[in-house]
């Protein structure tokens, strides 16, 4: 599967995630997955990625608990990131 497929189908579970069709629970682990499946790609998209999953969790967490959270500034920072990552591999062809 091309970096660009991999990137597509995140995309497409972070949508269902921010639509609540998808737990967090789920959503972070097929993001964890996507982060293993990436090819050829430098160590720190790989990074990137995982600082967004650590912080759609805690962010997460903080939610369910009822304190000050902001998990909806984390999904916008990972689709932004998603959106430019996509755009870039879908230019050089991945």
Do not use: C
Not at 37 to 45: F, K
């Amino acid at each position: 599967m091309s970096n660009l497929s991999v990137l597509e189908r995140l995309e497409e579970s972070f949508a269902a995630f921010q639509r609540d069709e998808v737990s967090r629970h789920d959503f972070l682990r097929f993001l964890n997955i996507s982060i293993e499946a990436l090819e050829g790609v430098p160590y720190g998209v790989r990074e990137e990625l995982r600082k967004h999953e650590k912080d759609i969790e805690t962010e997460g967490y903080f939610e369910e608990e009822g304190f000050e959270s902001k998990l909806p500034q984390a999904k916008a920072a990972l689709a932004r990131w998603l959106t430019s990552l996509k755009k870039l591999y879908a230019q050089e062809n991945f």
